[in-house]
């Protein structure tokens, strides 16, 4: 539900061109959440009709529109070609991009590339209260919601869907207020299997009907019958995934229609109708659209292992509990590197000082571990039913999730795009260095360097070349610095170097050889006469100062560099 629902949302309103191509735009929107085959001939025919577009604004509306009909087809390789175009538009507004940023950020959820999603995300989040569009803030908010969701961050979750309840219905929006109390049912349905959501289920459908948001219906029946399943209420529960099913055959989206037939399958294998079971399984086990590894195939897996179970066939029951340690141990490594994502874009957009608070706090990686012991738990009470021998897979299983854990841990002590040490990882090791010095009575230089105008590197090259100039900087830095000494990156163009054993006349030594160096960096997309300088600042341990009054020291002696006309050093 998740992501269907969400890109729903993604729809809003531009200026007006011609009448007739306005009018199959809005019944494009429309056909989109209720009928796709009308909805591709729509997209079909606007394309043959390209030329009579009169505004970036109103083909920016287009784009968006059919990047949403692929993404409902489950096919995000397609969803993503609209967008890249639409960003390509000249005369497109910052509106228009925030809304593509949107329905980015699910695409690359959807491929498991989760660095870029989590980028457009928060990129959108942090414009966001900035924009005047209440549409585009609401489907803003809702995408975040739809994230956490994913995430399993169920609080944060709410956090924005009710960000976005107080805007649809701050605009009277009776189709948004849909899209918001499916969410929030979703979202209690998920949290707590163990109530009985009927009640609250049951108003959103009454609510959101008559709106003909097809998509929208056929999910909240389909939840109100895994919820009937949870309580044991099987003829219900069979009843509303019967009532999911036509709504979902009315709007044509295949993936809804699978993932209801493995609904009714769960509740015929529970009420001994193995073969009805059987037929569905097999049917979405054949579909294309489940050929990779995921939820689908996950439960159909697990369904077919359970229908050969209760039929006493143990061999083939074993083996697709194999095949389903198998997807449940790459669906965890997925998890694990969208945890890890989230957490480097995440702290890449706070403030640096919130960084570290927040890390301390909400370690997402020992959240994650927490997940992977559950499951396993879970995977080992499904083995124990057949042979013995199923208990070495799990032994071996075990070990490669442990494994995992180690890797995720290392991981998080270095910055994906530099690969030098984080914030947190440096001056961890500025303390070592500082208990050293205070246990030996040795000096040591803290040097904090900026680099300068960055910022125009982003707005005239893009963001790209910003990414690449900063992983030259970090290379030319780490190229000079000894084994013993520190280099981090602080956050944005700020980084740390810690020379142990040093004076401020080495420190400003080794200060002209870096810059130097960044002045030789060359790139032909860069002019000419482009040269990458930075500001330093440098403090020296001499009388007892604690490592945070050097940092401040280095700080400010950076800060008076920049002030002081930037690309020289500044020794506090």
Request: charged share 25%.
């Amino acid at each position: 539900m998740k992501r269907f629902i969400l890109v729903l949302a993604l729809l809003f309103i531009f200026d007006t061109a011609k009448a007739d191509i306005e009018q199959d735009l809005q019944q494009l929107k429309q056909s989109n959440t209720s009928d796709s085959g009308q909805a591709f001939r729509l997209i079909q025919d606007l394309k043959s009709r390209w030329g009579d577009f009169e505004t970036d604004e109103q083909k920016a509306r287009f784009y968006v529109q059919e990047s949403y009909f692929y993404i409902l087809k489950s096919e995000s390789q397609k969803a993503q070609s609209p967008l890249r175009l639409l960003l390509q538009l000249p005369g497109v507004s910052e509106d228009s991009r925030l809304a593509a940023y949107s329905l980015l950020s699910q695409i690359y959820m959807s491929l498991n590339e989760y660095q870029k999603a989590f980028n457009y995300l928060f990129e959108g989040l942090s414009v966001t209260p900035k924009i005047q569009d209440r549409s585009l803030q609401f489907t803003s908010y809702y995408a975040a919601a739809n994230i956490f969701v994913e995430l399993g961050d169920y609080d944060a979750a709410l956090e924005y869907v009710l960000k976005a309840s107080d805007i649809a219905v701050a605009m009277n929006n009776n189709e948004n207020q849909c899209y918001v109390k499916a969410l929030v049912a979703n979202i209690y349905l998920r949290q707590d299997r163990s109530i009985n959501h009927d009640e609250r289920l049951k108003e959103s459908i009454e609510y959101c009907k008559g709106l003909n948001i097809l998509v929208v219906d056929a999910n909240l029946y389909k939840n109100l019958a895994q919820n009937y399943f949870n309580h044991g209420q099987l003829e219900k529960s069979e009843l509303a995934y019967r009532a999911a099913l036509k709504i979902s055959a009315d709007n044509g989206y295949q993936p809804d229609i699978l993932k209801i037939k493995l609904g009714l399958a769960r509740v015929y294998i529970e009420t001994g109708e193995f073969q009805k079971a059987k037929v569905y399984i097999d049917e979405v086990l054949h579909k294309t659209e489940v050929q990779e590894s995921g939820v689908s195939r996950k439960d159909a897996t697990e369904l077919m292992a359970k229908y050969y179970e209760k039929n006493n066939n143990y061999s083939e029951a074993y083996k697709a509990l194999l095949e389903l340690a198998i997807i449940q141990d790459k669906m965890l490594k997925e998890q694990a590197d969208k945890n890890l994502a989230f957490q480097k874009v995440k702290y890449a957009h706070l403030d640096q000082d919130a960084q570290i608070k927040i890390l301390d706090q909400k370690n997402k990686l020992l959240a994650l571990t927490s997940q992977v012991e559950v499951q396993s738990k879970r995977n080992f009470q499904l083995l124990l039913v057949i042979v013995l021998t199923v208990l070495t897979g799990i032994s071996l299983w075990l070990w490669r999730v442990k494994k995992q854990k180690e890797r995720y841990q290392r991981l998080s002590q270095v910055d994906a795009l530099t690969n030098t040490l984080n914030r947190r990882s440096a001056l961890k090791l500025a303390n070592d260095v500082h208990h050293n010095s205070l246990i030996n009575d040795s000096r040591y230089c803290v040097i904090i360097f900026d680099l300068d105008y960055f910022k125009t590197v982003n707005d005239r090259f893009g963001h790209a070349m910003g990414d690449w100039v900063l992983k030259q900087v970090s290379d030319c830095v780490k190229e000079r610095i000894r084994p013993v000494d520190v280099f981090g990156r602080l956050g944005g163009e700020e980084f740390i170097v810690i020379l142990p054993q040093c004076m401020s006349e080495d420190a400003i030594k080794f200060i002209e050889r870096c810059a130097k160096a960044f002045k030789e960096i060359e790139h032909a997309k860069l002019p000419s006469d482009f040269r990458i300088t930075a500001s330093f600042g440098v403090a020296e341990k001499s009388n007892g100062e604690s490592l945070e009054e050097l940092i401040i020291e280095a700080d400010n002696a950076m800060y008076q560099a920049k002030r002081n006309g930037r690309n020289q050093v500044q020794v506090y």
